[in-house]
Nanobody, 124 residues
Framework: QVQLVESGGGLVQVEDSLRLSCAAS????????VGWFRQAPGKEREFIASISWSYGHTYYSDSMKGRFTISRDNAKNTVYPQMSRLKPEDTAVYYC?????????????????WGQGTQVTVSS
């Protein structure tokens, strides 16, 4: 079993930067890859990026490419997405998720565990 707890969301201004966190506990083998998704009201959950625990390999979708950087601290079992140049359309609930498979994982259904989400609101 894996538990994921996101934090760091809040209300920010346009062009601000924000760092989120996803603290993971439980079996390392069950969270081979951690992904980040977001979901805005009335929209489907959207993949942003993923990172592998073992090697730190990252993959980014085009949705926030160049503005979203993901890293991990294995000693703290925490993944850190850093977001920059935020826009009002980035307003959403941001989720981290983990999966056992070592494939990149761009679809929500590929992930086995989910955090509760953290709200990010970008005000103009």
């Amino acid at each position: 079993q894996v538990q994921l707890v996101e934090s760091g969301g809040g209300l920010v201004q346009v062009e601000d930067s924000l760092r989120l966190s996803c603290a993971a506990s439980g079996s390392t083998a069950s969270r081979a890859v951690v992904g980040w998704f977001r979901q805005a009201p009335g929209k489907e959950r959207e993949f942003i990026a993923s990172i592998s625990w073992s090697y730190g390999h990252t993959y980014y979708s085009d949705s926030m490419k160049g503005r979203f950087t993901i890293s991990r601290d294995n000693a703290k079992n925490t993944v850190y997405p850093q977001m920059s140049r935020l826009k009002p359309e980035d307003t959403a609930v941001y989720y981290c998720a983990a999966k056992r498979s070592t494939t990149i994982g761009t679809m929500a259904r590929e992930y086995d565990y989910w955090g509760q989400g953290t709200q990010v609101t970008v005000s103009s």
